[in-house]
Nanobody
């Protein structure tokens, strides 16, 4: 059974930073891409970043480029999302997910975690 578990969310002041983690377990193919999405209240879930299995390819949403770094440690089956200079409008539930290929589309992702809440106060 596949399981993705996010952690590291919480309350942070505007301008602050957070490091989110995603722990993967179960029968996820080792070549899978890890992606991060977020969903703010009343809005659709949106793509944030994705990283290939080797780490050689990364993709970032334009809204976060320059402030976010995605990484992964395949030996530990974990992934991380470092977010700098957080803004109140980035308050959302952040999800990690796994897909067969690098994609910004939610439909491309086969496995999802339950999400971790990030709240940015002004």
């Amino acid at each position: 059974q596949v399981q993705l578990v996010e952690s590291g969310g919480g309350l942070v002041q505007a301008g602050g930073s957070l490091r989110l983690s995603c722990a993967a377990s179960g029968r996820i193919p080792s070549t899978y891409v890890m992606g991060w999405f977020r969903q703010a209240p009343g809005k659709e879930r949106e793509f944030v970043a994705a990283i290939s299995w080797s780490g050689s390819s990364r993709d970032y949403a334009d809204s976060v480029k320059g402030r976010i770094t995605i990484s992964r440690d395949n030996a530990k089956n974990t992934g991380n999302l470092q977010i700098l200079s957080l803004k109140p409008e980035e308050t959302a539930v952040y999800y990690c997910a796994e897909a067969q290929g690098l994609s910004r589309q939610r439909s491309a992702y086969d496995y999802w975690g339950q999400g971790t809440q990030v709240t940015v106060s002004s």
